[in-house]
């Protein structure tokens, strides 16, 4: 099965920082994600600076939609949900049956505020617990994650895998 992790951080920089560290995990052959992708939301700055992390991307990574998708409803979705109301539904429908419901949305929303970053990363159960090791001491604020089973898995890379 393959898990969906937010880790965040009480700071801009954390997230780029533990970013850091899993790129020596996975250069050292110690760890293997999926895909990965990056928010930090500077303070003062109106919105989050969104990028993906090729350096921490395996052979099995999702294209951009993928992320595109996932940060445009946790960010840009509240603002536009009454504009394109049904529309916004229907979006959020299709990846709540893919394992990535509201509740998951909801709870990487609030916990991304200017100021914070977070870090995404696709991976295996078990390189959840290698991620989770790889920050001891510099514990992520929290932890969201919702776990994909391997249907849900196949529909997330019919639509998004390159």
Same mark, same amino acid.
């Given at each position: 099965m393959t898990t969906?992790? #937010? @880790?965040?951080?009480?700071? !801009? /920089?954390?997230?780029? !920082? %533990? !970013?850091? %560290?899993?790129? #020596?995990?996975?250069? /050292? =052959?110690?760890? #293997?994600? =999926?895909?990965?992708? =990056?928010?930090? @939301? &500077?303070?003062? /700055?109106?919105? &989050?600076r969104t990028r993906q992390l090729d350096a921490l991307a395996g052979p099995l990574a999702l294209d951009g939609a993928f992320w595109g998708m996932l940060f445009g409803l946790v960010f840009f979705m509240p603002l536009l949900g009454a504009a394109i109301g049904a529309a916004s539904g229907a979006v959020s429908g299709t990846l709540a049956a893919v394992g990535i419901d509201d509740l998951f949305i909801n709870r990487v929303r609030d916990g991304l505020t200017p100021g914070t970053s977070a870090l995404f990363l696709l991976a295996s159960d078990a390189a959840v617990d290698r991620v989770r090791d790889a920050f001891a001491g510099g514990d992520p604020a929290e932890l969201v994650a919702t776990t994909l089973d391997d249907e849900q898995e196949r529909a997330v890379r019919q639509v998004f895998t390159h």
């Open positions: 969906l992790t #937010v @880790w965040t951080f009480d700071t !801009a /920089e954390g997230a780029a !920082a %533990a !970013a850091r %560290a899993l790129e #020596v995990l996975a250069t /050292e =052959q110690a760890l #293997v994600l =999926q895909d990965a992708a =990056q928010v930090h @939301w &500077p303070e003062g /700055e109106g919105k &989050p």
